[in-house]
């Protein structure tokens, strides 16, 4: 009877061996986002809001937008928050994602030391602001790794009509770090940098910083949340994955997005808008 017994167990005991240590039985899904909406502190206040609602642990892997993509576009996500529209829609079209939802947004800002070698203080035009940086040749820490931060830097630099890439190594320098490092690495510089205004609000770091640059309606920074095709990786955890996109749209989850605030201020928006078809 024992044996018996153990033998109707041993299948039990291979599932929980094989899902290895703290899996087993366990309800979660992993979440490929950026740098900004982990080092400003935001999946601190969502996370254990969606959780304590639904009883689906989220693991975050924070990258830069272009990584994240990669990291979804290999299958090693389940949802992808990340904040480059081009991007998320070309990931979308070429079906590695089922649908893209706005979800929230916030703004970007010149930050830089009040010494202001380029004069920039005050200046609304983010274009101008770093032609007054290219022509003092003044230094510049750019994330350079493909972020989502990186690539509205690069159309910013566009617009000013100058080529910040071949002056890499001189008074551009590119730091290939996440938003919170690069900042770090712009104060011990004395350098200008462009950073989102959430992660700068929870940078401890500042010294004699201060924004310098803000309020162009080119600085605009907007999310989006998508599921990672199912149809494409089977392992996908589909319906726990929605759940997450589902609530963070809901006016519950867009609520929790507006009350989180870093100084007192409200850093994050939540923009989306029930589609009426």
Do not use: C
């Not at 004069?119 to 230094?139: H, N, R, T, Y």
């Amino acid at each position: 009877m024992i044996s018996r017994r153990l033998s109707l167990l041993a299948p039990l005991f291979v599932a929980i061996l094989m899902a290895g240590p703290g899996q087993a039985l366990e309800r979660g899904i992993v979440v490929a986002s950026t740098t900004s909406t982990q080092d400003s502190g935001l999946f601190d206040h969502l996370l254990p809001i969606f959780t304590a609602r639904t009883g689906i642990e989220v693991r975050v892997v924070a990258r830069g937008t272009g990584q994240a993509i990669k990291l979804a576009q290999n299958g090693d996500a389940d949802v992808l928050f990340v904040h480059d529209t081009a991007s998320e829609e070309k990931f979308v079209a070429e079906g590695y994602g089922v649908r893209r939802f706005p979800v929230m947004y916030n703004d970007f800002i010149i930050v830089g030391p009040k010494a202001d070698p380029a004069q920039i203080a005050g200046l609304k035009d983010s274009v101008a602001a770093l032609q007054s940086i290219a022509a003092a040749k003044a230094p510049f820490a750019s994330r350079g790794d493909d972020s989502g931060t990186h690539k509205a830097e690069q159309r910013l630099w566009n617009a000013a009509g100058i080529d910040a890439k071949a002056a890499s190594g001189t008074w551009y320098r590119e730091t290939g770090s996440g938003m919170g490092q690069t900042l770090n690495l712009a104060v011990g510089m004395g350098a200008y940098a462009l950073s989102d205004r959430a992660t700068w609000l929870a940078f401890k770091n500042k010294g004699d910083f201060a924004i310098l640059a803000e309020g162009d309606r080119r600085l605009f920074n907007q999310y989006g949340v998508i599921l990672v095709n199912p149809e494409r990786f089977a392992h996908v955890k589909a319906a726990d994955g929605q759940a997450f996109v589902d609530w963070l749209i809901s006016p519950e989850g867009q609520r929790a997005i507006d009350d989180f605030n870093v100084e007192g201020q409200q850093v994050f928006f939540g923009n989306y808008k029930s589609d009426p078809s």
